[in-house]
């Protein structure tokens, strides 16, 4: 049977708004079940796990475990962290509208868009092309306008645009980078998971007083681990 065309894009947006509105549903389940209940109170921070739609930083594939309670694979041996995970670390640099962020291993860019909601301008670095790439393309077709991405080694940091008023690393290093330490400015925050690759590793909090690292360690983690220029 023939259909009118405005009719056949009525339905197509109507299930698009569907489809949504279920996505919505199931950010609220997630921030209430996996984030709030595990202690993540930041208004901001919840706020930006709400609003960030995670299904459109994983594989379609598996858009629909977007909002499970876990890590996906986004490709290449990486993934895409946990949502609570990507909360957690968010709260721990204390983020406000102010706020120059660092961001070493872009991924997806579900990170970089979590602290692009908060903060006033997030560096983000990533040392596979292809998915930098991606979620550079990504991050500005949803409008963070207030994202860079770099594709390169994110050990030496992003210099030019240094000191940093916190860092967030999402890839396990075997020690705290000296270059990343460096770029972090009087009483920043760095957060990074730091310990043998593919072993439990410790999610530690670093601040710099006076020019000296203060390191208290938060949890231990999994991360994929933290690739340098050259490596496989």
Do not use: C
Not at 90 to 112: D, H, N, R
Not at 190 to 201: E, K, L, N, S, Y
């Amino acid at each position: 049977m023939w259909l009118p065309v405005y009719i056949l894009l009525s339905w197509l947006l109507l299930a698009t708004a569907v489809q949504e509105d279920s996505y919505k549903a199931q950010r609220e389940e997630m921030v209430a079940r996996q984030i709030k209940a595990r202690g993540v109170s930041d208004p901001a921070v919840l706020h930006a796990m709400r609003n960030v739609k995670r299904h459109l930083f994983v594989p379609a594939s598996i858009a629909a475990e977007a909002y499970s309670d876990g890590a996906l694979p986004i490709g290449q041996s990486q993934t895409i962290s946990q949502p609570y995970m990507v909360a957690y670390m968010t709260e721990v640099i204390k983020p406000s509208p102010t706020m120059k962020v660092l961001e070493i291993g872009t991924g997806s860019g579900y990170q970089a868009a979590v602290l692009a909601e908060i903060v006033k301008q997030v560096y983000t670095i990533e040392i596979i092309p292809e998915h930098g790439k991606a979620a550079a393309a990504r991050l500005k077709q949803l409008g963070y306008d207030n994202v860079e991405v770099k594709i390169g080694d994110g050990y030496a940091g992003w210099e030019e645009h240094a000191p940093f008023d916190a860092i967030v690393v999402t890839a396990g290093a075997e020690s705290v980078p000296p270059p990343l330490f460096a770029q972090l400015r009087e009483g920043g925050r760095m957060v990074i998971p730091v310990g043998p690759v593919h072993r439990t590793q410790t999610l530690k909090l670093i601040e710099k007083k006076r020019g000296k690292a203060v390191t208290r360690n938060l949890m231990p983690v999994v991360f994929v681990p933290f690739t340098r220029q050259g490596q496989k």
